[in-house]
């Protein structure tokens, strides 16, 4: 493994082992800006397998961003959401909507679907076939739309 990948595995492993624990332990606002960190990251990495489809495919760096989706995906992230950080707090804005924290059953499920979506790319992704990666991005693209759609607030 890479020097850098190795560094990033490491810091991801302990990211989901403390997740739960270190949520409660965040402020609200802390809450708020480490889950945007988790989906800022997440998006990047999406990105670049975007950018590999469009153009010439790399299954290595696809794989190297599909497993980081995966890992942020099961880190627990749901921890971050918790009491306070339904609302914008002084400088830290928040695009979630308040209906989220009302219906924790759906958006369980529609965690669920994401995670199982990730998971999924990670596996495809590490197989190298770009068309089957297409397909199962395509799949996690439309898990992501599906939670913000309905709980995700406009710019």
Same mark, same amino acid.
């Given at each position: 493994?890479?020097?850098?990948?190795?560094?990033?595995?490491?810091?991801?492993?302990?990211a989901v082992l403390a997740g739960g624990a270190l949520a409660g332990a965040l402020s609200p606002e802390e809450q708020i800006e480490t889950r945007q960190a988790g989906y800022t990251f997440m @998006?990047?990495?999406m990105g670049k397998i975007k950018a590999n489809l469009? @153009? #010439?495919?790399?299954? $290595?760096?696809?794989?190297?961003a599909a497993d980081?989706?995966?890992?942020?995906?099961?880190? @627990?992230?749901?921890a971050l959401?918790?009491?306070?950080? #339904?609302?914008d707090i002084g400088d830290v804005k928040t695009?979630?909507?308040? $209906?989220?924290? $009302?219906?924790m059953q759906d958006v369980g499920k529609l965690?669920? #679907?994401f995670t199982k979506a990730a998971d999924n790319l990670a596996e495809v992704a590490a197989g190298g076939d770009e068309s089957?990666?297409?397909?199962?991005? @395509?799949d996690l693209g439309q898990a992501c739309k599906a939670c913000h759609k309905k709980y995700r607030a406009d710019d």
């Open positions: 493994m890479k020097p850098i990948l190795a560094t990033t595995a490491v810091g991801l492993m302990t @998006g990047w990495n469009q @153009g #010439d495919y790399n299954a $290595e760096q696809v794989k190297a980081t989706i995966a890992a942020i995906a099961n880190s @627990g992230m749901g959401y918790g009491p306070g950080t #339904d609302k695009r979630v909507k308040p $209906e989220l924290f $009302e219906n965690a669920g #679907d089957a990666v297409k397909a199962a991005f @395509g």
